[in-house]
């Protein structure tokens, strides 16, 4: 598997997800803000709902769906990585040097599940009765919970040219790009063919970019939002990562109002095939500004690239990148229903091949609209799966897709 993507909607092969386990009982009423929650999901219908979405996905396009656990598992059995893994959630709670303890008394599936869902003191405590948490209460964390997991699309992001390990932003998810990191880059089925683009070597804390806000619009162009999780400085970096690699030409950066409902590209608008999008027509008017990385020139690590600013709304770049552009809207023409399914990431279809896409049954004037357009709508559950404020697409990490 080459680890490159040259579409949004070239027929899928392979995909990463992740079935929400424990870390969602975790939520409460009291931290599910902290956690980017919108409500306390009921985790065994939440399961119920995932399993439909990802058998949907084998049954229909025969790809593969690999599942988190698992990879991470598998490269959870050697003892350095798993050590080093434990060290560094231990390190917020500065209970690092509890990572041995821990690794005596828990096995590899279990640590597994302490990775993804966390651990409190009290649980702690029961394995190591002696253990001194210092000022930490038997309530807090001595890892914390990873809720948001079931978002693969965020915690990387792959491209034409490479992939992008994010940077989160919010301190709620910022352990799950390191996980993701850790099995590509060690996994024996991945690791030979990872060509990272970012972070750059030497950043310790490197500007944050999450995958959500990474659209590939053709395969030489490439759009990144300028969000509320992805900094200007970040698509930079990515930008020029990108462009010296070679394969994509452009980079565009797309900047969206600061807003919840906003919070990555991939909320306002998706690509359906060669020339259809879909998107929320608010914020294709809200976004006026646009810049257009391109490369100045190149000698063999020295990279120059050229930043213009295009004054451009999104449309007009789109219509630029994408010829014959159909632009399809969410709500099916009417503003209310468009923003009431927004809110519930209408715009946010999974395309499993061109024309193609899984979409939330409770966004059905999208739906309406996407099928008089000529696209095959599949529908899935989305009672506790929206709760988290993600789609289909936020689900879903493709890593292979027939080219297109
Ligand atoms: N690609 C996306 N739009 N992902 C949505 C992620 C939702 C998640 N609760 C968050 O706030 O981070």
Redo the contacts with the bound molecule.
Sequence with gaps: MNLRINSEFGTLRAVLMHRPGKEIDRLTPYNKEFL??EDVPYLEALQKEHDTFSNLIKETTGATVYQLRELLIRVLYDQQILVQLMRESLKRAGLSHLAGDILERYSTAECATILTAGLKIHELKKKLPSMNAGELMDSAFAIAPCP?LY?Q??PMALTPGGIIFSSMK?EG?QREANLLRTIFENHPEFKDHVNTLYPINGHDTPPSIE??DVIILSNEAVAIGNSERTDEKAIYHAAKALLGEGTVKRVYEVHLPKKRQF??L??VFTVLDENLVLAYPDAMNAVLQTSLYTLKDAQGDRVNIKREVLKESLLTVLEREIPHLEVLSTGNGNQEYAMREQWFDGA?VFAVGPRRVISYNRNIHTNRALRNMGVEVLEIPSSELSR????P??MTMPLSRARV
């Design positions: 980017l929650f948001n978002f699309r965020d919010m998810r995958g959500g919070m990555h991939d909320t946010n988290g404020l993600g789609g697409r936020c």
